[in-house]
């Protein structure tokens, strides 16, 4: 396995923790994964603007798109960038500020009991096969570390906010993702 969760962080991926986060509630089991999309600005790729939006240090008068976010307090745990590097910012037993209004399964507020992987994107864009490598890869780690989470328990930011978030999008390959997650597993396909 490339990656081990130890203390609530990835072992091998880069570190920017964010003020953004708190503890779950008591006896919350952690049975969720949410992948998101996220481009800062909207669009572009590369820079130190997603670090600073989930650290609540973006400069509004960088892009004119920056006053509309600023003052907002987000986080996820995870962001894996278009060449497929893993940044985390929540050790996984905290919660992270990912999900906003939210039900999956009948629960609301998926934040208590979810954990947040952020893919550089746009939902109307495709996605890297380094990200697709990286997700498996990650999600095999988080899996074995949560074993409530399972192929059923894994959802895009659309399923859980209808009507609210589109991400990560139909440019997202669903079957693709979970082809490689069943390689490292050597599982049978989800059905």
């Given at each position: 396995?490339?990656y081990?969760?130890?203390?609530?962080?990835?072992?091998?991926?880069?570190?920017?923790?964010?003020?953004?986060?708190?503890?779950?509630?008591?006896?919350?089991?952690?049975?969720?994964?949410?992948?998101?999309?996220?481009?800062?600005?909207?669009?572009?790729?590369?820079?130190?603007?997603?670090?600073?939006?989930?650290?609540?240090?973006?400069?509004?008068?960088?892009?004119?798109?920056?006053?509309?976010?600023?003052?907002?307090?987000?986080?996820?745990?995870?962001?894996?960038?278009?060449?497929?590097?893993?940044?985390?910012?929540?050790?996984?037993?905290?919660?992270?500020?990912?999900?906003?209004?939210?039900?999956?399964?009948?629960?609301?507020?998926?934040?208590?009991?979810?954990?947040?992987?952020?893919?550089?994107?746009?939902d109307?864009?495709?996605?890297?096969?380094?990200?697709?490598?990286?997700?498996?890869?990650?999600t095999?780690?988080?899996?074995?570390?949560?074993p409530?989470?399972?192929?059923?328990?894994?959802?895009?930011?659309?399923?859980?906010?209808?009507?609210?978030?589109?991400?990560?999008?139909?440019?997202?390959?669903?079957?693709?993702?979970?082809?490689?997650?069943?390689?490292?597993?050597?599982?049978?396909?989800?059905?």
């Amino acid at each position: 396995m490339k990656y081990q969760v130890q203390s609530g962080w990835l072992s091998g991926v880069r570190r920017v923790p964010s003020p953004h986060c708190n503890s779950r509630p008591d006896s919350t089991e952690i049975d969720l994964l949410v992948v998101h999309s996220i481009s800062l600005p909207p669009g572009q790729y590369g820079g130190s603007y997603i670090d600073e939006f989930f650290l609540g240090q973006l400069d509004i008068d960088a892009h004119p798109y920056f006053s509309e976010i600023a003052s907002l307090q987000v986080s996820a745990h995870l962001l894996i960038d278009r060449t497929g590097r893993v940044t985390q910012y929540v050790p996984l037993h905290h919660r992270a500020w990912h999900a906003g209004q939210s039900a999956f399964c009948g629960r609301e507020n998926c934040n208590d009991f979810s954990i947040g992987i952020e893919l550089e994107g746009l939902d109307t864009d495709t996605f890297t096969e380094a990200q697709y490598d990286s997700l498996a890869e990650v999600t095999l780690a988080i899996m074995d570390a949560f074993p409530a989470i399972d192929k059923s328990r894994i959802a895009g930011h659309s399923e859980i906010a209808p009507g609210r978030k589109l991400d990560p999008g139909p440019g997202f390959d669903w079957k693709l993702f979970f082809a490689k997650l069943d390689d490292l597993t050597g599982d049978a396909p989800l059905a």
